[in-house]
């Protein structure tokens, strides 16, 4: 098969020939119908990742149709169009066990502790327990943003964030996730804040909900005017991008008793945190990883009854041969939305 792959941290990204995937016994082969590009790829190219191991095919939001089954799968067939989610389960551990799969003690990850989605073809083991069949008329390409970004975005709100309608939600970084978070929190009856340093990114998310904008670069204290627009600091605060600078904003933008929800990668080691604040306000802070694969229902109920619509940050479909470009391209925060690959 073709794929796009790297023999070594920072080094290029190669179109070549690869062996197809082995079929697990309790897996699927999926035929990668949409590959989402998302920062968590650029992260582990850079070596941010110890699970991965060289040379690796990265791609981990993937949706597509089942080539192969293992003979040890009842739940589907070949033919079925589903999605997956990036941290796949176990089945047997005692957090998949409780329900609570994206924190998987012996997790498998496309394009992290395994090669990935980058490609025409993607083995993912565990079938019945982590494939989700896709609506039959939603397309490839916003299904695969399901599998990381919009799936991540629901749990931070909803589930780690436990927004409630009317409240007040922070989004700090308007990238494909926080913009996903913007939709789902606006979408369910809050009221959204988004900031971010570009223009074109705050209007998107102004036209996906967000009651207020604010632009990183104009102001001294985006925290104090945070809690100027939302009358005191908002309940539920993401940081979608993760760097020490937004989670700081995110925590001093908070009222009391509010909740700070980690969502992007920090890779800036040690990060200082306002931990005074932490206490005299009494805030929590939560991290969130993925989506339970038990909760991919709820999400796509408010997908299908139209309340939202994860094809709204598709801005544009890239080929397999313009990976390269495109994931490099990422390090400039230039792009608004998401791309995804569609040709292979």
Request: aromatic share 4%; charged share 15%; glycine share 14%.
């Amino acid at each position: 098969m073709r794929a796009a792959i790297y023999h070594r941290f920072g080094g290029p990204i190669l179109i070549e020939e690869v062996p197809d995937p082995t079929l697990p016994s309790d897996g699927v082969v999926i035929r990668v119908g949409a590959s989402g590009l998302c920062r968590s790829d650029l992260h582990g190219w850079d070596g941010h990742d110890p699970s991965i191991r060289l040379p690796h095919v990265p791609g981990h939001e993937l949706a597509g149709t089942i080539e192969a089954i293992g003979p040890e799968v009842v739940g589907f067939g070949t033919g079925d169009r589903v999605t997956v989610p990036f941290a796949v389960g176990c089945g047997v551990c005692d957090r998949c066990r409780s329900g609570n799969q994206q924190i998987c003690d012996d997790d498998f990850q496309p394009g992290f502790t395994a090669w990935g989605s980058f490609a025409e073809l993607v083995a993912i083991p565990h079938a019945d327990q982590n494939l989700v069949r896709l609506p039959p008329a939603m397309g490839f390409a916003p299904a695969a943003v399901l599998g990381c970004r919009f799936a991540t975005a629901y749990r931070a709100v909803v589930k780690q964030g436990r927004a409630q309608a009317g409240q007040w939600v922070a989004v700090h970084g308007c990238g494909g996730l926080g913009l996903s978070a913007v939709m789902i929190a606006a979408a369910l009856g809050m009221r959204v804040v988004a900031i971010d340093i570009r223009d074109a990114a705050l209007r998107q998310a102004q036209d996906l909900g967000a009651v207020a904008a604010i632009d990183a670069t104009s102001t001294g204290d985006i925290p104090g005017l945070g809690r100027e627009i939302t009358g005191g600091g908002a309940s539920i605060s993401l940081d979608s991008l993760g760097s020490a600078t937004t989670a700081s904003n995110s925590i001093l933008g908070l009222c009391k008793h509010g909740r700070h929800v980690q969502v992007g990668l920090l890779t800036e080691a040690p990060t200082p945190l306002p931990m005074d604040v932490v206490v005299s306000r009494e805030l929590e802070i939560v991290g969130s990883h993925g989506l339970a694969v038990g909760d991919y229902p709820e999400l796509l109920s408010l997908i299908e009854t139209g309340r939202v619509d994860p094809g709204l940050l598709v801005q544009r479909e890239v080929s397999l041969d313009e990976v390269p470009e495109a994931l490099g391209a990422m390090r400039g925060f230039s792009g608004i939305g998401v791309a995804v690959v569609t040709r292979f």
